[in-house]
């Protein structure tokens, strides 16, 4: 069995945690490869709804393995808690279900702060971060004195670890009055958390390396964020700390390009936004609203009201072309219902020309006006729907239009929150039809 990565075609909270769900029951691996618990992805099923942060959204399948690889950042504190609350909800992992890749980063308390002083520093340029440290962790990791994992079993390592971490950040903390935890009660802590941390912290590459090369059994690489805000290549600088494109899977799960088979890329039937940052295609006023409280947008991690917008045609081929998606997973469908109109935009307007293809210059995106086609919506509820044509024949027009304008073909439409609300289309793993 191949693999496939499922990657977040927009800014974020496109779904992807009930796709990975959903195409994780055929998949004996799942892997996260970057971000940290700035995701939330929420699973509903029967028996309840589950939102995880940093654990793989392939855990609640009882075979499946999980690996949590070393491209994320970890904060050991949340990890503990997402364990404990699985473990409410009867899901009890151990370690032989969950891989922590001992290389890890983790998050520490100073990261949180620093995450949040930054952002008071910057006022009304303010990046509308999720406040967790991410940023801050991967900087630490870049500047080549992060704390990994391994070292929560290896004490003299991690006092020197924590030790350098205070001479070189201290100057940064004091100039922005930040009141850090000592080295001594940080260190006291993470050795308290570590014993609930360690029994996790293994190496997975053998593990990997004989699914891969057996194809047995599938791997599925879960990615977090969106392509739109991937470090390198999404609106810069209103972009998360690591890279949510497909390539993030080669660094951040250390596997060689040549196991990446499929790439599904999820988008919502809509837009929508969280932080700040261009959006060209936001709705403004009571229709936002209307569209926010039918697709209950609001984040999964903070609770904050996301922005909504329309499909953007060429902010999606950007990120086909520098995800090398090879299908779509649409979602979201069902919240478009009752709209009697629905505009696409197919080109930007900017200082009065036609613009097919999203500039990559950050000072040119901002100034981009949208330019609409509209499509006609359709009234009917469409959450039963499980065959595609059982859809009406505007929600199918609309559908197709996409595929055709992104010459992308789908691997699922899902129609609802729900584990079942989802209308197959192609295997994930090997694109064939399954209709
Ligand atoms: P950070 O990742 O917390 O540093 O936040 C950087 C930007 O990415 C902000 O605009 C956040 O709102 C956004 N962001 C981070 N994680 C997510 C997510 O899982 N969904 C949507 N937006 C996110």
Same mark, same amino acid.
């Given at each position: 069995m191949p693999t496939s990565v499922v990657i977040g075609a927009q800014w974020g909270d496109e779904g992807k945690g009930k796709i990975v769900d959903s195409y994780a029951k055929d998949a004996g691996i799942v892997v996260r490869f970057q971000g940290g618990n700035n995701a939330g992805h929420t699973i509903e099923t029967p028996e309840g709804k589950t939102v995880l942060?940093? &654990?793989?959204?392939? &855990?609640?399948?009882? !075979?499946t393995k999980c690996v949590i690889a070393n491209g994320t950042v970890v904060d050991p504190w949340i990890l503990a808690e997402e364990l404990e609350g699985l473990k409410a909800a009867g899901?009890?992992?151990g370690p032989d279900r969950l891989l922590l890749h001992p290389r890890t980063h983790l998050i520490l308390p100073w990261h949180r702060m620093l995450d949040s002083a930054r952002e008071s520093l910057r006022g009304d340029r303010k990046i509308g971060t999720t406040g967790r440290g991410i940023g801050p962790a991967y900087e630490d990791k870049v500047a080549r004195f992060g704390v990994q994992a391994w070292m929560l079993g290896q004490k003299e390592h991690l006092m020197d670890r924590l030790n350098t971490i205070a001479q070189m950040r201290r100057p940064t903390w004091n100039g922005l009055s930040i009141k850090v935890p000592s080295v001594e009660e940080v260190a006291d802590r993470l050795l308290e958390i570590a014993e609930k941390i360690l029994p996790f912290v293994q190496d997975p590459s053998e593990l990997l390396d004989s699914a891969l090369k057996t194809g047995e059994p599938a791997v599925l690489f879960e990615g977090a964020q969106g392509a739109m805000l991937d470090l390198d290549y999404g609106t810069y600088p209103y972009v *998360?700390?690591?890279? *949510? &494109?497909?390539? !993030?899977v080669c660094t951040g799960a250390g596997i060689g390009p040549r196991w990446i088979h499929h790439v599904v890329g999820v988008f919502k039937a809509y837009c929508t936004r969280v932080g700040e940052g261009p959006f060209p295609t936001e709705i403004d006023g009571d229709l936002g609203e209307e569209i926010r409280a039918a697709g209950n947008e609001y984040g999964a991690t903070t609770g904050r009201p996301r922005r909504c917008g329309w499909v953007d045609l060429p902010a999606l081929r950007f990120v086909i072309r520098h995800c090398g998606m090879t299908m779509g997973a649409l979602t979201k469908l069902d919240v478009l219902s009752g709209q009697d109109k629905i505009p696409v935009c197919v080109a930007y307007e900017l200082n009065g020309e036609r613009l097919d293809v999203l500039p990559m210059r950050p000072d040119l995106v901002v100034q981009l006006k949208p330019i609409f086609e509209e499509l006609e919506g359709w009234k009917e509820d469409i959450s039963g729907v499980r065959n595609y044509q059982d859809l009406p024949e505007a929600a199918r027009r609309y559908v197709e239009y996409l595929s055709d304008a992104l010459d992308l073909p789908y691997a699922s439409i899902s129609v609802g929150p729900g584990r079942d609300a989802i209308i197959p289309v192609r295997n994930p793993y090997t694109a064939s039809i399954v209709l």
């Open positions: 942060h940093l &654990i793989p959204s392939g &855990i609640l399948h009882e !075979g899901h009890d992992v *998360t700390s690591s890279n *949510t &494109i497909t390539g !993030g």
